[in-house]
């Protein structure tokens, strides 16, 4: 599979490993000429091309770039593409947003309103590129489970086989108004579990209280 990777932070390169090393073909993107990813493209072993040519090289897009900053790009830039949202709301990164303090909507429900013509898919928000490079291993020897959700079925199922490709479980969380019960600070954010304790985290998900902040990193 061709794996788009718009955003070449610590997610998107940990996620550019992982495809490289289960047999597909990764390109990291970002806002500045490819050159400035040499080096880093060398090591992985990926491809590297302007954010802009991604969409139109690639099978399924990873869009894992600060939150605002998805809206900056244009809305068609996504059309007829499975797109993973990996994004998070950090209200001290990316300023309050009313409509999310409020619970009014979900992150990726924000992403999919504003490119309607991808097919969005939350994923890969709720762990830590550390924990990508060098996974967990669980207590009981299980796999570690991760959760999705989107509101179409055929885009889901290729993101459970690509998860399992990367070596994970998958716990499919429903639709896209549902993506709030692995948003930052809720019981499944990074978090390693297997899939019926991701199973329970998601529903003792309540969507008026957070942990703690930072309570999730190790």
Request: with cysteine; proline share 6%; glycine share 6%.
């Amino acid at each position: 599979m061709r794996i788009g990777i718009i955003g070449a932070g610590n997610i998107g390169q940990a996620l550019a490993r992982l495809a490289v090393a289960n047999g597909h073909i990764a390109t990291l993107g970002n806002s500045r000429d490819p050159e400035t990813l040499r080096d880093i493209v060398a090591e992985i072993g990926c491809r590297a091309e302007a954010a802009a040519d991604i969409p139109s090289s690639s099978d399924i897009v990873v869009l894992t770039v600060p939150f605002t900053a998805a809206f900056e790009l244009a809305p068609h830039f996504l059309d007829r593409r499975i797109v993973i949202d990996t994004n998070n709301y950090y209200p001290d990164r990316d300023g309050k947003i009313a409509a999310l303090d409020r619970r009014e909507t979900t992150t990726s429900q924000m992403i999919a309103n504003h490119f309607p013509g991808a097919t969005i898919v939350k994923a890969f928000n709720a762990i830590l590129a550390k924990d990508l490079v060098s996974p967990v291993t669980l207590p009981n020897g299980a796999r570690r489970a991760l959760p999705i959700a989107g509101d179409d079925a055929a885009a889901k199922a290729t993101l459970i086989a690509l998860q399992a490709d990367f070596g994970y479980d998958t716990v499919d969380a429903g639709s896209l108004a549902e993506s709030w019960r692995f948003e930052r600070a809720k019981p499944a954010y990074c978090i390693p579990l297997d899939k019926d304790g991701l199973i329970s985290a998601l529903a003792a998900a309540e969507r008026d209280k957070e942990l703690p902040e930072g309570s999730w990193r190790r």
